[in-house]
């Protein structure tokens, strides 16, 4: 017989969530709304995301497509058009042919991360990625009970990862190795011998690559290299990519994988279980952007350069900071182990006595101590206001 009255359950979360870790950026971002809420002006150099809008003629796109009625469901892997369409250009940017059934579409670039760390490690198994480096790779690692293996990138080697460092680190148990380039959050870029070198280090060894290439169009200097490209490595590199950079596309939650057919397979199932599938008129989109001008894209570039010229310049006139030049992706990572602070302890600084919001380079793993990050996609007025507003801090406080 019901008495009417509720009891309040224990909530008993798998074990799992607890080794499931956040992204920084979004937190931040919060403390700052809640700050500017209380009347406080904060210049945002938090997210990382573009400030530009979606070029005008994907918008359009999108829009059509709506009206045109695709709102509807789509094959789990995607559209078999902007299949094509991605399959084509991976073609032309890297040099190896890649055919529509080995490109899988996703919502957003984290999806792709998820499912390679879901379909191809173990528990036990060690997985090696970039550290300072994006935190959802650690995060995910560690959520599914592998072991996470950082390598850890040095100022000294311009952020860009050591191959001997990684040969030391591989084992028999290695399973997977995550690189990034250009590279979050410290705007490195690997080389072609570096590239190359990798290859090398790796051999002819039973590991899966997982290369995230999401900033490979936002280049300053040079041009990108891609594992993927290399003879005999096509089968074994899972490419991620997406729109969310290259094309202002960060709400449009749309990106891909380029894998072996049979993995695509895989993750065409895990699509199928986890998302059903992307939203059609953004996939509509995403054949403009990739078919279209591509000048929206060049502009965005050149303005990033011009922001990170102006902005790294500015920072290491102030004391305490200092900070190489990165040569791609739109992040300025200073070295601050001058200024004698933790790096959270700097960062909370900036934010809540400065009013310039930025992220502790710990934010991105153990070996981001002694480091910021901030994100220079805001416009030079913003920039500015930020150098000045940190060095009038640095002047009073150091």
Request: aromatic share 8%; with cysteine.
């Given at each position: 017989?019901?008495?009417?009255?509720?009891?309040?359950?224990?909530?008993?979360?798998?074990?799992?969530?607890?080794?499931?870790?956040?992204?920084?950026?979004?937190?931040?971002?919060?403390?700052?709304?809640?700050?500017?809420?209380?009347?406080?002006?904060?210049?945002?150099?938090?997210?990382?995301?573009?400030?530009?809008?979606?070029?005008?003629?994907?918008?359009?796109?999108?829009?059509?497509?709506?009206?045109?009625?695709?709102?509807?469901?789509?094959?789990?892997?995607?559209?078999?058009?902007?299949?094509?369409?991605?399959?084509?250009?991976?073609?032309?940017?890297?040099?190896?042919?890649?055919?529509?059934?080995?490109?899988?579409?996703?919502?957003?670039?984290?999806?792709?991360?998820?499912?390679?760390?879901?379909?191809?490690?173990?528990?036990?198994?060690?997985?090696?990625?970039?550290?300072?480096?994006?935190?959802?790779?650690?995060?995910?690692?560690?959520?599914?009970?592998?072991?996470?293996?950082?390598?850890?990138?040095?100022?000294?080697?311009?952020?860009?990862?050591?191959?001997?460092?990684?040969?030391?680190?591989?084992?028999?148990?290695?399973?997977?190795?995550?690189?990034?380039?250009?590279?979050?959050?410290?705007?490195?870029?690997?080389?072609?011998?570096?590239?190359?070198?990798?290859?090398?280090?790796?051999?002819?060894?039973?590991?899966?690559?997982?290369?995230?290439?999401?900033?490979?169009?936002?280049?300053?200097?040079?041009?990108?290299?891609?594992?993927?490209?290399?003879?005999?490595?096509?089968?074994?590199?899972?490419?991620?990519?997406?729109?969310?950079?290259?094309?202002?596309?960060?709400?449009?939650?749309?990106?891909?994988?380029?894998?072996?057919?049979?993995?695509?397979?895989?993750?065409?199932?895990?699509?199928?279980?986890?998302?059903?599938?992307?939203?059609?008129?953004?996939?509509?989109?995403?054949?403009e952007a990739l078919r279209g001008s591509q000048a929206s894209v060049e502009h965005m570039c050149a303005q990033f350069k011009a922001r990170r010229d102006k902005?790294?310049?500015?920072?290491?006139?102030?004391?305490?900071?200092?900070?190489?030049?990165?040569?791609?992706?739109?992040?300025?990572?200073?070295?601050?182990?001058?200024?004698?602070?933790?790096?959270?302890?700097?960062?909370?600084?900036?934010?809540?006595?400065?009013?310039?919001?930025?992220?502790?380079?710990?934010?991105?793993?153990?070996?981001?101590?002694?480091?910021?990050?901030?994100?220079?996609?805001?416009?030079?007025?913003?920039?500015?206001?930020?150098?000045?507003?940190?060095?009038d801090w640095a002047k009073k406080n150091l």
């Amino acid at each position: 017989m019901s008495t009417g009255t509720t009891t309040q359950t224990e909530l008993r979360l798998a074990k799992r969530m607890s080794r499931l870790g956040s992204e920084t950026a979004f937190e931040v971002l919060a403390k700052a709304r809640v700050l500017e809420a209380q009347g406080k002006d904060i210049v945002h150099l938090e997210i990382g995301e573009p400030d530009f809008d979606t070029p005008a003629n994907v918008v359009e796109a999108g829009i059509k497509a709506i009206r045109d009625g695709y709102t509807h469901y789509s094959p789990s892997a995607g559209m078999p058009e902007l299949r094509q369409t991605i399959a084509d250009d991976v073609t032309r940017t890297h040099g190896v042919k890649i055919t529509a059934d080995e490109v899988v579409v996703v919502p957003g670039g984290k999806p792709t991360i998820y499912f390679t760390f879901t379909a191809l490690v173990e528990e036990g198994d060690e997985v090696i990625y970039p550290n300072p480096g994006f935190p959802i790779y650690e995060s995910l690692i560690n959520f599914t009970g592998a072991k996470a293996v950082p390598l850890q990138m040095r100022e000294e080697k311009d952020f860009r990862l050591d191959p001997n460092e990684l040969a030391d680190l591989i084992t028999d148990r290695t399973k997977l190795i995550v690189l990034n380039s250009p590279h979050n959050p410290t705007g490195s870029v690997l080389t072609q011998q570096d590239v190359r070198d990798i290859a090398a280090a790796i051999g002819d060894r039973d590991i899966m690559v997982l290369s995230d290439e999401i900033y490979s169009r936002l280049i300053f200097e040079g041009q990108h290299h891609s594992l993927m490209s290399l003879p005999g490595w096509r089968d074994r590199v899972i490419m991620l990519d997406g729109y969310s950079k290259t094309y202002a596309m960060t709400g449009w939650r749309l990106g891909y994988g380029v894998m072996r057919k049979d993995l695509a397979a895989h993750f065409g199932r895990l699509m199928t279980n986890v998302n059903s599938c992307s939203a059609g008129f953004t996939q509509i989109a995403g054949i403009e952007a990739l078919r279209g001008s591509q000048a929206s894209v060049e502009h965005m570039c050149a303005q990033f350069k011009a922001r990170r010229d102006k902005f790294i310049a500015g920072l290491n006139k102030i004391p305490g900071f200092s900070c190489t030049l990165p040569h791609g992706a739109f992040y300025a990572f200073p070295n601050v182990k001058k200024t004698g602070w933790d790096s959270r302890k700097l960062a909370d600084a900036m934010l809540y006595q400065a009013g310039v919001a930025c992220l502790s380079g710990t934010a991105f793993g153990a070996f981001g101590e002694g480091y910021l990050r901030f994100s220079i996609a805001n416009s030079m007025e913003n920039l500015d206001k930020a150098l000045e507003r940190i060095n009038d801090w640095a002047k009073k406080n150091l």
